[in-house]
């Protein structure tokens, strides 16, 4: 039970939340968010099925909307591949610049810091994990750091434009790629709320001031959203 502190100032009483009250209160205001971004996930899972989703060795997620699906299905991957008894897998992100610049160095130095994640996986396939594709550009940005590092990889999206000919090659992903596509509007898009970040062209994501409460509900949707799927993926309902 969460505790309300109740405080007398002689002339009007204020009520003062706890933590774990606001954080209530914040999840409850964001349900019906959650509840799309759920189905898409779960449409994902559907889709790729748990053999394939427990064979992956690496999560990428793209910053910053894409931060909180690649959470979500990184927690999948790992509760399957604990099940089989095999190692839990390592999650990384990148922040992609789908604007006008082509300037991939930025991206590259990002990729370089976060070498001791990525080492090591050559051959190994990952996962990419990205909020919306529409035109497929912001994937060919990962598609070059992946291939140079000689890591496979499929792409699982919470929605698309459509994913024709045209998208895919934009996106430059190598033949035998798989596109999950959750088939989601765009649902987390500047929510800077909900990641406490903020997507900084060419840079590394911007931290913003914004209530931890928001922060700490968005993750208690993570969690809870994985160990649905999981449990639908373990009862063959996915």
């Known amino acids: 039970m969460f505790r309300i502190r109740r405080q007398d100032t002689g002339k009007s ?5 706890s933590f774990p009250d606001r954080v209530a209160q914040q999840f409850e205001a964001y349900r019906s968010q959650f509840a799309a971004v ?15 989703l427990g064979s992956y060795a690496l999560v990428v997620g793209d910053d910053t909307s894409g931060r909180l699906p690649a959470l979500i299905l990184h927690q999948i991957i790992n509760r399957i591949r604990v099940r089989s008894g095999a190692p839990k897998v390592p999650i990384l992100f990148i922040q992609t610049n789908s604007g006008l610049s082509d300037n991939q160095d930025p ?10 994640i990525w080492k090591g996986l050559a051959g190994q396939r990952a996962l990419v994990v990205t909020e919306y594709i529409q035109t497929g550009r912001h994937l060919a ?16 999206t919470l929605g698309s434009d459509g994913l024709d000919a045209q998208v ?11 596109i999950f596509d959750g088939k989601g ?10 990641t406490g970040l903020s997507s900084e062209k060419c840079r590394e994501p911007k931290r913003e001031h914004v209530p931890m409460d928001a ?19 373990q009862e063959g309902l996915c």
């Open 168 to 178: 895919k090659a934009t996106a430059r992903v190598p033949e035998g790629t798989r």
């Open 215 to 233: 922060v700490a509900a968005a993750r208690l949707h993570v969690r809870t959203i994985a160990e649905k799927v999981d449990q639908r993926l």
């Open 141 to 156: 940005q990962l598609s070059n750091l992946l291939g140079n590092a000689s890591i496979p990889f499929d792409v699982a």
């Open 185 to 194: 509007g765009l649902l987390l898009y500047r929510e800077t709320q909900l």
């Open 38 to 52: 759920n189905d898409a996930v779960r449409e994902i899972a559907s889709e790729a099925g748990e053999q394939q």
């Open 13 to 17: 009483q204020t009520v003062e939340h």
């Open 107 to 116: 991206l590259e130095a990002a990729w370089a810091r976060r070498a001791g």
